[in-house]
């Protein structure tokens, strides 16, 4: 059903977007990014009931209802479409390598709602406008060497990489770690 729609051998973008329309296999996306192995059906359950009732343990009648959703529903739904790898008999799940596809939906922006390239420019528009008045003599920023101001703003773009490669390690080390 889903390689009829795939172009390029990529996944068809409304297929993504069909996916990802249902809360529950974001949450199992999010949690398997966290996971280098493949994760038990319970746990991941356990998990996303938790984040669903805001408690922990979650309630009982809640952490079957998500179980049972996730093995009769949304797993073989994401396993048909090639994101993860769903052993029905063992119950374990992990992330396939066609996730990576998805998580350009997924991870479109930072911890304060806005895109990492929303980001990074306006970072750049401060860092460059700083600078430029710095070595304009601006009073206040004129005090600063512009050497200086350059200097931290290239750090806060080092930082600021590091922890988006760090967000998103897991592409690199399953390659690592599975290189196929």
Known sequence: MFADQRQDGRIDPAEIHDILRNDRRRKVLKYLKQRLEPV????LSE???EWEASESPAPRNLRQSVYNSLHQTHLPKLDAADIVDYDRNRKRIALNDRAREVDVYLDVVTWFGITWSTYYRTLGVVALSTVMLGAMGVPLIGQLEPLFSA???LFVYALSTIYQLWSRRWFYL???VNPE
Do not use: E, K, W
């Open 47 to 49: 998990q996303i009931a």
């Open 151 to 153: 200097t931290v703003f």
């Open 174 to 176: 399953r390659a690592l």
């Open 40 to 43: 038990s059906l319970r746990a």
